[in-house]
T-cell receptor, first 113, second 113 residues
């Protein structure tokens, strides 16, 4: 069984469209995250959700909105897509405490044309 | 704020060579430290971790020791294989786990037969 899964794996869309990326974890973790990896492979935290509560939001445009229907899911909705949104988006989850590390999904490769 | 600095690549080695990838960090408090590996087209996998000073993390022949006095967490392997070719990320975590990880920029490792 896949621990952290994301759909879709690839997403190609036009500028101005609205899209969603889904994430599910079956590890029973309380905290889930979204990261953005740019073309130079740099990873940056976007959001963190702990027990369905938003914990951090690192200067991400409000076109991005995380939605967590339950503890096992954290979806990312993006409005009015821009060229600069093209990147790989990773979902992750972690157990309580900072020592356990985070478990990452396979990534969603978003290309905005 | 927290930051991680690691040597940027690409680093090119011959098979069976000794590997060192340097990583230093700046953090308030006492972070946990991690190495992640990303194979081409895949997500990040936790390679090893250390949660306090002088801890040594190890996995698949890779090792790293948490050095508080030099704020470092260098990754080493005695004899690399072609299959070790990937991008390696050093990261730190603080704040009890709900915060995201702070990543270095990644080091692209290329192992030639």
């Amino acid at each position: 069984d896949t621990a952290v899964s994301q759909t879709p794996k690839y997403l190609v869309t036009q500028m101005g469209n609205d899209k969603s990326i889904k994430c599910e974890q079956n590890l029973g973790h309380d905290t889930m995250y979204w990261y953005k990896q740019d073309s130079k492979k740099f990873l940056k935290i976007m959001f963190s959700y702990n027990n369905k509560e938003l914990i951090i939001n690192e200067t991400v445009p409000n076109r991005f909105s995380p939605k967590s229907p339950d503890k096992a899911h954290l979806n990312l909705h993006i409005n009015s897509l821009e060229l600069g949104d093209s990147a790989v988006y990773f979902c992750a989850s972690s157990p309580p405490g900072s020592g356990g590390g985070q478990y990452f999904g396979p990534g969603t490769r978003l290309l905005v044309l | 704020g927290d930051s991680v600095t690691q040597m940027e690549g690409p680093v090119t080695l011959s098979e069976e060579a000794f590997l060192t990838i340097n990583c230093t960090y700046t953090a308030t408090g006492y972070p946990s430290l991690f190495w992640y590996v990303q194979y081409p087209g895949e997500g990040l996998q936790l390679l090893l971790k250390a949660t306090k000073a002088d801890d040594k993390g190890s996995n698949k022949g890779f090792e790293a020791t948490y050095r508080k006095e030099t704020t470092s967490f260098h990754l080493e392997k005695g004899s690399v294989q072609v299959s070790d070719s990937a991008v390696y990320f050093c990261a730190l975590g603080t704040g009890g786990g709900a915060d995201g990880l702070t990543f270095g920029k990644g080091t692209h490792l290329i192992i030639q037969p």
